[in-house]
């Protein structure tokens, strides 16, 4: 189910596909900037939640997929969780754990600073995977470009991004091809075609740059990409919408600023 | 003066293969040129001098009669779009329409010619409904095609196909056979392109090199080539089918006219049949 252009090709498909793409980069951030910088963790929870629904909902991206997705960062943030939990302290005690002969204790800052970590967090990666689901890079490529950022960059950005593919594409063609004739059979073998498939991938990737250079000397190249782009308007009720939306989230932060859980 | 010769050009590869001894070869304006070859016989290192990607080890690539320089390359590769064998390697831009534009765009075409250019380009190979797609979501042959029209955007003089029909489907080839021809009429395009399908041939070219070994083995017209039987078996081709059953309906003594195309074939049997019944 997840294979090797997963987060591209859910995003070509989104049901957002259509909404223009400054817009959803500037809720995607915005969001993230409100949930890192809100004291509480209402504010980044409501944002997680409604970014969900966003991406499930209105995106129809599979559900399975996004809590496939989602499990990657929540899994990294229990454990530090239960790192912050025992090592910060402050606060009323909540918990006292004996552990050989030590006293662990638990205690109110450390929950609420866990809460709040784990709600970031969480209001942070939905916000990230809005934009990772609902805008594909075809779409960023352009809005870098109305940024007005430096074209070798937004050049290179293009060539590397078509090259992972190429590169995907070569490791899967390879590693098809050894496992077409046995070659991951055994343990032994299996050391040895991954040794080679590295290798050639490393030639092939050479190979495949000097070919690319190739053709695009071919066709005159001299340091122009054009992007293709019509002149889009963004939509009185869309810039309403997203500003409605990013208010609602930062007034949820300065109303709950000094709620705390424990 | 010639568009494209090449004048005792030898190309011997790094590793110390020779790809080409001593070809001479002259593509006039307007003309329509076939070159075939078994697998190795150096069609695609030819090729690759036309626009400057290799450089002769010995002998001279002259396009309008001057011999490529540093100087002139970007002149020459405007005049003379190459179409590589390998449209994978070809195609290096996010979307199928960008990719299309990078060469008008760096001829400094402004946006509007441009954008009539791809829509164009991309309307003669039939992509026009898949322009925005990215490169990893097309078929091999979706690859070819956008390959193709890559090169058509930046309106060559001369348009090089080193197996343009390799990968397509029937409705491709035919496609591909309807532009061509009528990018030759109407601008006057020079078309060389290398195939393994001779029977491609006739409906394109109106010249053939035979190449074998990295050699030009012999050159002409239709009649010139497919007349010699023993020289294009021992170039490992052979005679497009449809000469082939002439000639084989000659042997049970049918009286007939010899034809290479579709076309000609047609009237030929008309002619033969309606006259004698
Ligand atoms: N990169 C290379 N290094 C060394 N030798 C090469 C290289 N590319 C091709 N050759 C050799 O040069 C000769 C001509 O190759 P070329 O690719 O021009 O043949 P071709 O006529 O295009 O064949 P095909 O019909 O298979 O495309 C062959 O003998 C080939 O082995
Ligand atoms: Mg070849």
């Known amino acids: ?262 | 003066m010639h568009l494209i010769e090449t004048r005792d050009l030898t190309y011997v590869y790094p590793g110390g293969v020779t790809g080409l001894h001593g070809v001479n070869f002259i593509a006039p304006r307007n003309a329509r040129i076939a070159v075939i070859g078994a697998n190795g016989a150096g069609k695609s290192t030819l090729f690759k001098h036309f626009n400057g990607i290799m450089k002769p080890t010995s002998g001279q690539v002259l396009v309008h009669g001057e011999p490529i320089t540093r100087a002139n390359i970007r002149e020459v590769r405007k005049m003379v779009g190459v179409v590589f064998q390998n449209a994978d390697d070809q195609i290096f831009s996010p979307t199928v329409e960008q990719d299309v534009a990078f060469g008008p765009t760096n001829l400094g075409l402004d946006e509007e010619t441009v954008q009539h250019r791809v829509q164009e380009a991309l309307r003669m190979v039939g992509m026009e409904d898949r322009a925005t797609r990215v490169p990893h979501h097309l078929s091999g042959g979706e690859k070819k095609r956008v390959a193709i029209a890559g090169i058509i955007a930046m309106e060559p003089q001369v348009l090089v196909l080193d197996e343009p029909t390799a990968g397509l489907d029937p409705q491709g080839v035919s496609d591909l056979v309807g532009f061509i021809n009528s990018l030759s009429r109407t601008y006057g395009m020079t078309v060389i392109f290398s195939t393994h399908d001779v029977s491609l041939v006739p409906e394109i070219a109106e010249y053939i090199y035979v190449m074998g070994g990295g050699k030009i083995v012999a050159h002409g017209n239709m009649s010139d080539i497919f007349e010699k039987d023993e020289l294009l078996t021992s170039v490992r081709l052979d005679l497009p089918c449809i000469p082939k059953l002439i000639r084989s309906l000659w042997e049970h003594g049918i009286e007939i006219d010899m034809a290479y195309t579709q076309k000609d074939a047609e009237s030929a049997f008309l002619r033969a049949f309606r006259g004698s019944g």
């Open chain 1, 1 to 262: 189910m997840i294979d090797e252009h997963l987060l591209d090709d859910l995003a070509l498909q989104n049901g957002l596909l259509e909404v223009d793409a400054r817009l959803k980069l500037a809720v995607g951030i915005g969001a993230i900037l409100i949930g890192v910088f809100s004291p509480s963790p209402i504010a980044p929870l409501a944002i997680a939640a409604s970014m969900a629904v966003l991406t499930i909902g209105f995106a129809r991206i599979p559900a399975r997929i996004y809590a496939a997705l989602l499990a990657i960062p929540v899994s990294f943030v229990f454990m530090s969780i239960i790192v912050i939990l025992f090592m910060t302290g402050g606060g009323e005690p909540l918990w006292d754990i004996p552990i050989l002969g030590h006293t662990f204790s638990l205690t109110t800052d450390s929950a609420n600073l866990a809460v709040l970590l784990l709600s970031r967090t969480l209001g942070g990666m939905c916000s990230l995977f809005f934009i990772a689901l609902t805008t594909p890079m075809v779409d960023i490529f352009s809005v870098m470009n109305r940024l007005r950022l430096p074209d070798e960059f937004i050049d290179l950005s293009m060539l590397i991004y078509r090259n992972i593919f190429v590169l995907i594409g070569e490791s899967i063609a390879i590693h098809n091809a050894q496992v077409m004739r046995n070659g991951y059979s055994t343990f032994r073998r299996s050391i040895d075609a991954f040794a080679m498939l590295a290798g050639m991938l490393f030639v092939r990737a050479w190979e495949k740059g000097e070919e690319m250079l190739v053709a695009m000397d071919a066709r005159c190249y001299d340091g122009k990409f054009q992007m293709i782009e019509e002149e889009r308007r963004i939509s009185a009720t869309g810039i309403a919408t997203a500003t409605g939306y990013l208010c609602a989230c930062a007034g949820l932060a300065v109303i709950f600023r000094s709620f705390s859980l424990f």
